[in-house]
Nanobody
Framework: QVQLVESGGGLVQAGGSLRLSCAAS????????MGWFRQAPGKEREFVAAISWNGGITYYAVSVKGRFTISRDNAKTAVNLQMNSLKPEDTAVYYC???????????????????WGQGTQVTVSS
């Protein structure tokens, strides 16, 4: 397993940018695909982005495609989420997450993931 710790959240004005980082412990990081989910107040947690174990394939929710970029650095055992052109509706707690080691199924479903960080708050003011 990997332990996940997010950082980089904060308050930003609409149109601004933030970069979230997720530090993962463990020597086996490169064998894990990784994902980001978010949960806004009063709403269910939703998929944001995911990246395959080698970084070769990325997935995005329709609502963030073209504005957010997920990337990973296996040498630093970290996964990042660059968020540009932020909107008030992006306000949420953002979670870094990992499915089981060597998982090769769909990365779009929350049920695929079994390891979660504590979350980091992102607030976008209008």
């Amino acid at each position: 397993q990997v332990q996940l710790v997010e950082s980089g959240g904060g308050l930003v004005q609409a149109g601004g940018s933030l970069r979230l980082s997720c530090a993962a412990s463990g020597r086996t990081f490169r064998s894990y695909s990784m994902g980001w989910f978010r949960q806004a107040p009063g709403k269910e947690r939703e998929f944001v982005a995911a990246i395959s174990w080698n970084g070769g394939i990325t997935y995005y929710a329709v609502s963030v495609k073209g504005r957010f970029t997920i990337s990973r650095d296996n040498a630093k055992t970290a996964v990042n989420l660059q968020m540009n052109s932020l909107k008030p509706e992006d306000t949420a707690v953002y979670y870094c997450t990992a499915p089981p080691q060597y998982y090769r199924g769909s990365l779009l479903r929350e049920a695929a993931y079994d390891q979660w960080g504590q979350g980091t708050q992102v607030t976008v003011s209008s």
